[in-house]
């Protein structure tokens, strides 16, 4: 079945470092790819998306590049802030269904250090 | 503003007792999840419906039934709780013709069964 995998269970950082979470998924055909940014205390929310290969979403700063070569969807972000604090998931959603639903990835919590 | 109210914050229940979590979203969605939150598992899906009446069922659905009562409502039963679904649950909805940009989650549920 479809799913998503992000190696990194926690990064930490400091401010004006380069960040890179890698996101990896199998499945067939062209996902939608997702990243989330969830806050403490509060639900996911949509950061931003891409539906093709060598689409580059990108939002707040953060971006990434569908590759369907390699499967991968990593976030970046060249400069993180203390503010950028969170944890990230990566998701698809099977455009091939019927059922609209995502997969998600278990996470990366990105800490960053003043 | 639409959005998704997750109804209690927090809940303390007995082993084998009977817990019921209720979602309400005003952003007039077809669909509706309930996914639950664990340290290493990331979003896993529970149950997920596309209308009201109707029942998916999810990647971790035992010991889990769920009710969609209306477009707007859908709720999540526990009926003999154990320890293992200690957890924090979120819900989401999502009109899966936008191509799942607008999934929106709720602020989520803290269940702790003792």
């Known amino acids: 079945g479809d799913s998503v995998t992000q190696t990194e269970g926690q990064v930490a950082l400091s401010e004006e470092d380069f960040l890179t979470i890698h996101c990896n998924y199998s499945a067939s055909g062209y996902p939608a790819l997702f990243w989330y940014v969830q806050y403490p205390g509060e639900g996911p929310q949509f950061l931003f998306r891409?539906?093709?290969?060598?689409e580059k979403g990108s939002s707040r700063g953060f971006e990434a590049t569908y590759d369907k070569g390699t499967t991968s969807f990593h976030l970046r972000k060249a400069s993180v802030q203390e503010s950028d604090s969170a944890v990230y998931y990566c998701a698809l959603g099977d455009r091939g269904s019927a059922l609209g639903r995502l997969h998600f990835g278990a996470g990366t919590q990105l800490i960053v250090i003043p | 503003e639409a959005a998704v109210t997750q109804s209690p914050r927090n809940k303390v229940t007995v082993t084998g007792g009977n817990v019921t979590l209720s979602c309400r979203q005003t952003n007039s969605h077809n669909y509706m999840y309930w996914y639950r939150q664990d340290t290493g598992h990331g979003l896993r899906l529970i149950h997920y419906?596309?209308?009201?009446?109707?029942?998916q069922i999810g990647d971790v659905p035992d010991g889990y039934k769920a009710t969609r009562t209306t477009q707007e409502d859908f709720f999540l039963l526990l009926e003999l709780a154990s320890p293992s679904q200690t957890s924090l649950y979120f819900c989401a909805s999502s009109d899966a013709g936008t191509g799942f940009s607008d999934y929106t989650f709720g602020s989520g549920t803290r269940l702790l069964v003792i």
């Open positions: 419906s596309y209308g009201a009446g109707n029942l």
């Open positions: 891409a539906s093709r290969d060598k």
